[in-house]
């Protein structure tokens, strides 16, 4: 049975386990990190996005400490979204890498149009480094029908989270990521953050949004927990294997599947 209750004992924990997590990941990197070879080429992009949990999780706390609560939706959104991606990225191994490059092909492309469309000066050197760089490149691997299948498979579902989400059969978590967009997007949620209806139907202003509880914090530690659990066996000796061991005792998620199984 999980210790994370959504009060403030169960954030207190989640604060702690974080804390602990993120030193543990600092301490890991210190020096450098050892890789297999076997796993260079999906611990580069594996790594980037937990740096980027990391940084934006340590963020989010620093934040929240000093009163902040709306304000680190968005982040707490960007750290659902990652820790999701990357155990998608080293599930699926190269052919994810492959679909992830793909798709920074595609951004890069859209954009570039984008600046020719709407005339910005620097669309043609923007262009003409696109094209340098492609030209520096491998062509794409031969697929076949299967291989191009799944190619294009996975580049969708990096695209469209809850179709990733589905494919792990955890399509529940998506009213957190959906929630959490409502207060990162121009939504009512947004617009009525900080005033209040009062008894006579007027709005009363806030200069500060109200309290949400401590959801965030939680899902946060526990965002940290899962990309620490990607992230460790790809470096020699699984340093991060002993805050792991501790945080999962902690929080009571010992027998938890903390990690989804693909199904799709």
């Known amino acids: 049975m999980t210790n994370l209750t959504n009060d403030e004992q169960g954030a207190d924990l ?20 050892r890789v297999p070879a076997d796993k260079k080429r999906v611990f580069g992009p594996a790594y980037s996005w937990w740096r980027l949990i990391c940084r934006t999780a340590e963020a989010v706390l620093l934040l929240t400490k000093q009163g902040f609560t709306v304000e680190v939706a968005p982040m707490v959104r960007n750290i659902l979204n990652h820790a999701y991606a990357i155990h998608w990225l080293v599930d699926n191994g190269d052919a994810a890498v492959d679909a992830l490059v793909a798709r920074g092909g595609d951004e890069r492309e859209k954009l570039a149009k984008k600046l020719e469309e709407t005339g910005w000066p620097a669309a043609a050197e923007f262009r003409a480094a696109m094209d340098q760089a492609a030209a520096q490149q491998a062509a794409p691997p031969a697929r076949t029908p299967a291989e191009q299948a799944l190619h294009d498979k996975l580049k969708h579902e990096l695209k469209n989270f809850y179709d990733l989400l589905d494919r792990y059969d955890v399509a529940e978590i998506y009213p957190v990521y959906s929630h959490l967009s409502s207060l990162s997007h121009t939504t009512l949620s947004t617009a009525s953050a900080y005033v209040e209806q009062v008894a006579d139907g007027s709005l009363q202003i806030r200069p ?4 949400l509880g401590h959801a965030d914090i939680i899902q946060l530690a ?19 294997r002993p805050s792991i061991d501790q945080a999962l005792a902690d929080l009571g998620l010992q027998s938890t599947q903390l990690l989804p199984v693909r199904v799709k």
């Open 222 to 240: 526990v965002a940290l927990l899962q990309a620490s659990t990607v992230v460790s066996p790809l470096i020699e000796s699984d340093p991060l």
């Open 208 to 211: 500060n949004a109200v309290d």
């Open 14 to 33: 989640a604060r702690a386990t974080a804390a602990s997590l993120l030193k543990a990941a600092e301490e890991a990197i210190a020096t450098g990190v």
